[in-house]
C-alpha cells in the first residue's frame, strides 16, 4: 500500500526529494513517517507527520529536512536539502495505526546515496 520513489545518487550539498505514495485514508488515521537505515545500524527515525499536520524531526535533519503531504497527489513527501554523506541510507515510508489498534505499515526501501 505504500511505495516509496525518489531516492538516488547526489553530491553533499545537494537535493533530493522522496515521495511515497498511500490511500488517502492513511493520511486521515495513521502517523504517517520516513525512516532511514544503514546496514549494520537499527532503523532511525527521520521525520514523522500526525494527521493533525503536526511534524516531528530528528536532531541531525531538523532544519535541513522537510515533511509533508501532497494532497493532490496523496503522497507523504520529504525534501531533503544540504545532504552530508552520513545521511546515506536506505530510506523507508511508515504508516503507524497503532493508536488506533492496528499495525504498522512499511514501503520498499528507496536508496539514498551522498557523495563527499
Avoid at 544503514?38 to 532503523?43: A, D, E, F, Y
Amino acid at each position: 500500500q505504500l511505495q516509496a520513489s525518489g531516492g538516488g545518487s547526489v553530491q553533499a550539498g545537494g537535493s533530493l526529494k522522496l515521495s511515497c505514495a498511500a490511500p488517502s485514508r492513511y493520511f486521515s488515521i495513521a502517523i504517517m513517517g520516513w525512516y532511514r537505515q544503514v546496514p549494520g545500524k537499527p532503523r532511525e527515525l527521520v521525520a514523522t507527520r500526525a494527521h493533525s499536520g503536526h511534524t516531528n524531526y530528528a536532531d541531525s535533519v531538523q532544519g535541513r529536512f522537510t515533511i509533508s503531504r501532497d494532497r493532490a497527489k496523496n503522497t507523504l513527501d520529504l525534501q531533503m536539502s544540504n545532504l552530508k554523506p552520513e545521511d546515506t541510507a536506505v530510506y523507508y515510508c511508515k504508516a503507524d495505526f497503532t493508536r488506533h489498534g492496528g499495525d504498522v505499515h512499511w514501503g520498499q526501501g528507496t536508496q539514498v546515496t551522498v557523495s563527499s
